[in-house]
DNA sequence: AGCCTTTGACCAGCG
DNA sequence: TCGCTGGTCAAAGGC
């Protein structure tokens, strides 16, 4: 099976890279890489090199996709080809609330680096993780989200035309050659590094569909999944995680996936927890049912917090594997203390959070760790500049100018990893950067039964 | 005691 | 109108 032994291939190559690093270490290492000499920007070419296509082709591609996108600015309002909040090196075009932007856009430019910045204004209320294969329990989509590959590429917001959630392209980064668009889905192949899924967190942050996805935050490594994300009529989004194997083909035969599922049952065995209340948000489950479009019993889920309209179905499989995230409507509170009940002990967390900084054991792995942890720290900036706001006030577009990735000096890049780190060991970071304010429900499926 | 899950029943939308 | 389907309710029980 090719599918297997390509995923025995990567997990070898992870096995081969060096014991967990230090943060300093990685840190140091990431000092170490020449930003300019393309290294980091050509890491996902790199690791995806071993697909047949031909990644300048699809590049092209997808820029022709885009342009063939009427654009349409935050506001609604008609706006020229090519959104600017895709565009790189224009985010200084799309400064709002901030005449100089974001700490993140600031130190980005300062270094003389721009940052494409995702527009979530558009982004609507109903949120679909749907997974093809089982997220194996304990392994959140988000974390899957969160990778510091999906970071990277995740130059993503909804189609104009349609509200599905696509991931453009973007200059700094490599489109893996077998990234595909299908219906405004695209998919891409996060692989930058070893996963150790045990070390990930257990359970799942809410991807949320007025968050940017540079806000998610990150409890683990990055996976050897791909992803598909799309985002529906401002109502659903679709974050579709595959096996890198499936990435090569699409046409993916079922048995082929269930294989892939057996084989990730076997990898994430010692993962056991598949809560779906481990978000980071507290859900109540208030039903049940064996539905005719899926194979597997969708269960239901409210949040707890107090007329917060968020609801969520989540499928599983038989051996408790998600299959199927859907998220409606938007939280309108924050994020709840992470050791309350059904959250994740704050020690864990902990854990989590440095796991993040020393489990990238590539070059490459560093340096997308490392980015993504300075998008998360300007992310969390970006949310201490907004508190004291109403829970269910403010226009998305506040949390759209967070910054994805910004290039830093080393003292600023020290600093960023170093408070970000006490942040959260201190556990006072919220993992949620979004607060909505779309409570449309109205949904409609994207994407087909993955059977 | 409070919050959760479970589960059968009920309801609404649709063809 | 009827049957199917998906979503929700609410009682019961567990932790």
Redesign the pocket.
């Known amino acids: 099976m090719a599918g297997t032994s390509d995923r025995v291939s990567l997990m070898e190559d992870w096995m081969a890279m060096p014991p967990t690093p230090s943060p300093r270490t990685l840190m140091s290492s990431f000092l170490n890489e020449d930003f300019g000499s393309g290294q980091f920007s050509n890491f996902f070419g790199e690791h995806v090199s071993n697909k047949p296509h031909d990644q300048s082709e699809k590049r092209g591609e997808l820029v022709d996709f885009r342009e063939q996108v009427p654009a349409q600015s935050a506001t609604g309002t008609a706006a020229p080809q090519n959104d600017i909040s895709l565009q790189p090196n224009s985010f200084n075009a799309n400064q709002k609330s901030n005449p100089q932007g974001s700490l993140a856009e600031r130190r980005a430019s300062r270094a003389g680096f721009s940052i494409p910045k995702i527009d979530t204004s558009r982004v609507g209320s109903s949120t679909v993780i749907r997974s093809p294969i089982a997220i194996p329990p304990g392994l959140s989509p988000t974390t899957l989200l969160e990778s510091p590959v999906f970071l990277y590429n995740a130059m993503a917001q909804p189609s104009p035309t349609t509200g599905k959630l696509f991931v453009a392209p973007e200059a700094n980064s490599t489109m893996p050659p077998d990234s595909t668009f299908s219906n405004d889905v695209f998919s891409f192949q996060p692989h930058s590094g070893p996963a150790s899924y045990s070390n990930m967190e257990k359970g799942y942050n809410v991807c949320h569909q007025n968050q940017s996805l540079s806000n998610i935050h990150q409890q683990g490594s990055s996976l050897q999944s791909s992803f598909t994300a799309a985002k529906d009529s401002a109502d659903e989004t679709i974050v579709k995680p595959k096996t890198s194997d499936s990435v090569f083909s699409d046409n993916h035969s079922s048995e082929e996936q269930e294989d892939d599922e057996g084989d990730q049952n076997e990898e994430y065995s010692s993962a056991t927890n598949s809560?779906?209340?481990e978000d980071g948000y507290?859900?109540?489950?208030?039903?049940?049912?064996?539905?005719?479009?899926?194979e597997h019993p969708?269960?239901?889920?409210?949040c707890?917090h107090p007329d917060c309209p968020v609801?969520k179905?989540v499928e599983r499989s038989q051996d408790g594997q998600i299959t199927e995230i859907?998220y409606?409507s938007s939280h309108n509170h924050p994020l709840p203390p992470p050791n309350r009940?059904?959250g994740i002990p704050l020690s864990q967390i902990n854990d989590q959070q440095v796991h993040v900084l020393e489990k990238p054991g590539s070059h490459a792995g560093l340096n997308t760790a490392s980015l993504w942890e300075n998008g998360k720290s300007e992310c969390i900036q970006d949310m201490q500049g907004v508190e004291g706001r109403p829970a269910a006030g403010p226009p998305v577009s506040a949390y759209g100018d967070t910054s994805i990735i910004e290039s830093q000096d080393a003292a600023d890049v020290s600093s960023t990893l170093s408070n970000e780190i006490d942040r959260a060991t201190q556990g006072t970071i919220s993992l949620d950067c979004d607060v909505g304010e779309d409570e449309t429900?109205s949904?409609r499926r994207l994407v087909s039964p993955s059977t």
């Open positions: 809560n779906p209340a507290n859900w109540r489950k208030y039903g049940q049912k064996q539905v005719k479009s899926s969708r269960s239901y889920y409210k707890t609801k179905k859907v409606k009940r059904s429900e949904k």
